[in-house]
């Protein structure tokens, strides 16, 4: 085939494959069979891998997945993406209705919408192509999982009708019911844990690093909102009816609704249509339709004040508490899990519910042989919500929480002021060995995707790992062949699972990429109690390497931005143990990443190097823009005002009491331009 021939049957091939894609996942259409929609696809790949130059931006075959990522790029959003007020019964939603009519002066027309469980995106269109796709996030940025998005076939890569102005649509992505049971059942194959609910599976679905395996599983999209104005569009509703047209797949479960009685039959309706749903909801939306109403009621903080959600109660179910497991997590928190005569409930069966920690079960009074309400409303675990007192036996007796931990046999302790009970033997005790392994290697850690839970107990179970520092001692020859045996359970046979040599290649390959994982991100890993993703970037920004922190005070830990006093305790007591200083040093042997480089330190000058700053009060610039100066030229941003602070940068609305704090300390109090003229 020549050049020409080959760039205009690609361009015949996009378009029609695009066109089967609408008909089948949005317009639930299908035009063709399931083969010949995959040779077409067939076709196109390999006319784009002979002819790459003529490969259109919005190709098809990008729904298939491109080359795996190493992270995920944060976003502003040009629009907030804030979160709904929920409301929980109708009264609520009367007291919404009366403050929308007190401010516009008189009633309302409603759009009803179904609230999807899954994980919110924002799109953006440009020229008519899809050019980004961020997550929500904390509603100001979020993550750019553009190349994840299109592989969800329901969303268009390009606009129909020939639009081509900039346009930003959000909805939901999700995953149904039958995608979320076909996922758990291949997890189970392989012996990985299976996802709690189709909404986790999607979230962790949308975060994964090779688009690849993303477009395997299977997720969808609705898209509900419009954050800007459209040509001649007026009402929420004509907005929906505008961007459908335009490809985008809109449920046509909605309803416009002219009072309160038709919002509350809509309610009412669905409340017992969902469990028709192919997908999960979890209530209904409700938004003012009128564009320009919703514009004049505006936002608060948090919320708009045009729409609120409405919660459906959470479903419930009596079973029987036949007995009572106690389950070590990575931290060593004992959690008392319920196991339950199997019930069915919300498209489930429960077999397992939480019960928290001692309070909650001396609150509840829970007893062995109760018959007791179990709740599911999103929890990873359902849980128990209260006791049928009527029915309890006379052989129940109360429930006393555990002395010693389940797994090692060591003392509990339950710190003054704290719900859990914990095992102190951190070290030694399987599952927290187990789980701090599972914390290393995760996205937001060492991202080493290659491993999960499934392989994690077997390198463990193999005696392979018994620390962080031991992953990187793996190697070919002990990995290579490698079995786990997964009983066989009711219905199902024995499973065998071994490490062949891809597999085993995989797992040294992200291995061996971990060590280029910057030093925050490795001082989150190592997993000290309290020390969070943010924390451990503040620690590592003030620190700078891992030894300055190793060898820091309490006094100068505390004085770092945002670390209190219990922080700073769990990070001295984590550094006082032999085991975790070797752990340490084993990791620098490996070549990880113990300090920030040079060049991400972008020193101006070094001009207020040993000088340690607070900054209060409201400035020209940014308070943030503020302490990056200061950082820039070598100085030290601290949270709170100590013998040890050099000085205190004062702006406007500085609250008194740092002021004679400062002044009782002999710190010397500057201005805005007093600091300006330090680094001139």
Known sequence: ?????????????????????????????????????????????????????????????????????????????????????????????RDFDNRVQKAVGHPVEYVCELKYD????????????????VTRGDGTQGDDVTYNVKTIKSIPLSLREGYSEALEIRGEVYLPHKAFQELNEAREEIGENSFANPRNAAAGSLKMLDPKEVAKRKLDAFLYYIPHELPGVSTHYEALKFVRKLGFKISNNIAVC???????????????????????????????????????????????????????????AETILESIDYQVGRTGAVTPVANLKPVPLAGTTVKRASLHNADVMA?????????????????????????????????????????????????????????????????????????????????????????????????????LVADIADLYELNVENLTGLERIIPAEE?????????????VQKILSGIEQSREVPFARVLYALGIRFVGETV??????????????????????????????????????????????????RLKENGLQMEIPVSEKALVSNILEGQSFVVSG????????????????GGRNVSALSAQTNYLIAGDNMGPAKKLKAEKLNIPIISEKDFEKMIQ
């Open 1 to 93: 085939m020549n050049r020409e021939a080959a760039k205009q049957k690609i361009q015949e091939l996009s378009k029609e494959i695009e066109e089967h894609n609408y008909a089948y996942y949005v317009l639930a259409q299908p035009t063709i069979s399931d083969y010949e929609f995959d040779q077409k696809l067939k076709e196109l790949q390999k006319l784009e891998q002979d002819f790459p130059q003529y490969k259109l931006p919005d190709s098809p075959t990008d729904r298939v997945g491109g080359e795996p990522t190493n992270d995920f790029p944060t976003v502003k959003h040009k629009y907030p993406m804030l979160s709904l007020g929920n409301s929980y019964s109708l009264d609520e939603i």
């Open 118 to 133: 899954g994980l919110s995106i924002s799109l953006t269109y440009e020229n008519g192509l899809l050019v980004r796709a």
């Open 258 to 316: 002219n009072n309160l009685n038709e919002v509350f039959e809509f309610i009412n309706d669905w409340d017992i249509g969902r469990k028709t749903l192919p997908f999960d909801i979890d209530g209904i939306v409700i938004k003012v339709n009128d564009l320009h109403l919703q514009k004049e009621l505006g936002f608060t903080a948090k919320t708009p004040r045009w729409a609120i959600a409405y919660k459906f109660k959470a479903e419930q």
């Open 363 to 463: 609150q509840l009074d829970v007893r062995i042989g109760d018959t007791v309400y179990v709740e599911k409303g999103g929890e990873i675990i359902p849980k128990i919500v209260g006791v049928n007192l009527n029915l309890r036996p006379d052989y129940a007796v109360p429930s006393d929480f555990i002395k010693t931990c389940p797994e090692c046999g060591t003392p509990l302790v339950r710190t003054e002021g704290e719900a859990a009970h914990y095992c102190p033997n951190e070290d030694h005790c399987p599952p927290q060995i187990k789980g701090k392994l599972e914390h290393f290697i995760s996205r937001k850690a060492m991202n080493i995707d290659s491993l999960g839970e499934g392989k994690i107990k077997m390198l463990y179970d193999n005696q």
């Open 491 to 503: 219905g199902k046979k024995e499973k065998k699972i071994s490490f062949r040599e891809k597999t």
């Open 536 to 585: 451990a970037k503040k620690l590592a920004e003030y620190f700078k390497n891992i030894d300055n922190l190793m060898n820091a005070s309490l006094e100068t830990l505390i004085s770092v931005d945002e670390i209190g006093e219990k922080i700073a305790a769990s990070i001295l007591e984590y550094f006082s143990r032999d085991e975790h200083i070797k752990i340490i040093q």
């Open 618 to 633: 409201v400035f020209s610039r940014s308070r943030d823009e503020l302490k990056n100066l200061i950082e820039q030229f």
